[in-house]
């Protein structure tokens, strides 16, 4: 089992997950975070530091939120690796909690 991060992440980018996990199973986009399914360890560490809670475990989703599955495991394939907490962006709190996120996403 694995923990994915989901749409409430796109545009938000808190990266105080990155800082708490044990294995550096994040990757980082423009605008969205993800974990990859491989890597992780299953410790949920990452779930109470997200500030938008857009993590969940892969057995916990949300409804409409299962394709976001796939798609932590696709993305953390070619994005770079986060280790450390950067700074949000400075727009973050206006996108918590605001629907349709995903045709947001920077690929």
């Not at 992780?40 to 939120?65: R, T």
Request: proline share 9%; net charge negative.
């Amino acid at each position: 089992m694995t923990f994915v991060v989901t749409e409430n992440c796109i545009k938000c980018k808190y990266t105080d997950c990155v800082e708490v996990c044990p294995v550096d199973c994040f990757y980082e986009g423009p605008n969205f975070l993800v974990i990859h399914p491989d890597e992780c360890i299953d410790c949920a560490l990452c779930e109470p530091e997200c500030p938008p809670e857009a993590i969940f475990s892969e057995d916990e989703l949300p409804d409409g939120q299962q394709h976001f599955i796939e798609l932590n495991a696709e993305l953390s394939e070619v994005w770079p690796n986060i280790t450390e907490q950067k700074d949000p962006p400075e727009d973050a709190k206006e996108w918590d909690g605001k629907s349709g996120k995903i045709e947001l996403l920077e690929r």
